[in-house]
């Protein structure tokens, strides 16, 4: 039986329906599966009129969640596929970062570090919303924090690409006043990234909705502004 959830998942189970709790920042998740899906075994001889008990998510929580029972041979073959794609996209990530490292090492150029930020960060955030970071050795002290690291690093990463692509493109020789509106939406993320530790700003009730908002205007500001700057013979902005 698996379950895709972002915080915890009670399963009580028969015979005996004793609660067993799990979630992807436990350190002593059953390592024969990924963290991707929380995985407990059914007992193999449950009968029809037997019932399964879940207790899914946190209170509030406004994701969906599902849950299903599959034949393990079944699951482990999905979820070796998962772990397959997984670090294959991660490995590509790294790469990118330790060549993005060794050009700012030579270079000095400051566009390779918000360059490294920004794949720095989306490399966390789809680390820690799989719950893949949580397996790796030294990471346990992140799993207090609980489910709010991951859209953390990902406002942080958002915001920092806004830096790179300015820097990038050399927006601010070509469009000037467009520059200086993807200057200023880059403090609203970070606004945004410090209040997810507020809770008594309830942050998991409207924030979501407000990045969401807030990703596409400033998505539609740097698309303008780097083709107003490809107009303006940027080459650089055709690319970003």
């Known amino acids: 039986m698996s379950g895709d959830v972002r915080a915890r998942l009670?399963?009580?189970?028969?015979?005996?329906?004793?609660?067993?709790?799990?979630s992807p920042y436990a350190a002593d998740l059953d390592p024969r599966y990924s963290r991707h899906a929380l995985v407990f075994e059914v007992p193999r001889d449950l009968r029809a009129d037997q019932p399964v008990y879940l207790q899914?998510?946190?209170?509030?929580?406004?994701?969906?969640?599902?849950?299903?029972?599959?034949?393990?041979?079944?699951?482990?073959?999905?979820?070796?596929?998962?772990?397959?794609l997984s670090v294959f996209f991660a490995s590509v990530q790294m790469a990118m970062l330790l060549v993005m490292a060794c050009f700012w090492l030579v270079l000095?150029?400051?566009?390779?570090?918000?360059?490294?930020?920004?794949?720095?960060?989306?490399?966390?955030?789809?680390?820690?919303?799989?719950?893949?970071?949580?397996a790796l050795p030294g990471a346990a002290w992140l799993a207090p924090l609980?489910?709010?690291?991951?859209?953390?690093?990902?406002?942080?990463?958002?915001?920092?690409?806004?830096?790179?692509?300015?820097?990038?493109?050399g927006l601010s020789r070509h469009v000037?006043?467009?520059?200086?509106?993807?200057?200023?939406?880059?403090?609203?993320?970070?606004?945004?990234?410090?209040?997810?530790?507020?809770?008594?700003?309830?942050?998991?009730?409207?924030?979501p909705n407000v990045v969401n908002a807030l990703l596409v205007v400033s998505t539609t500001a740097a698309l303008y502004a780097g083709w107003r700057a490809w107009r303006h013979r940027s080459r650089q902005a055709g690319f970003s």
Do not use: C, K, N
């Not at 009670?10 to 799990?22: G, H, K, N, S, W």
């Not at 929580?61 to 699951?75: G, H, K, L, T």
């Open 10 to 22: 009670v399963a009580y189970l028969p015979p005996d329906y004793t609660a067993q709790a799990a």
């Open 56 to 84: 899914l998510g946190a209170p509030g929580q406004s994701q969906p969640m599902r849950a299903r029972i599959v034949e393990q041979s079944q699951y482990q073959v999905q979820d070796l596929h998962h772990v397959r």
């Open 108 to 134: 000095r150029d400051r566009v390779f570090v918000y360059v490294l930020v920004y794949v720095a960060a989306q490399l966390i955030y789809q680390r820690l919303v799989t719950g893949a970071l949580y």
């Open 146 to 169: 609980g489910f709010h690291t991951g859209p953390f690093a990902a406002i942080v990463s958002t915001g920092m690409s806004i830096s790179f692509i300015i820097e990038f493109a």
């Open 176 to 207: 000037p006043r467009l520059t200086h509106l993807l200057s200023a939406l880059r403090w609203p993320y970070l606004f945004l990234a410090l209040a997810l530790w507020l809770s008594f700003l309830q942050p998991d009730r409207w924030l």
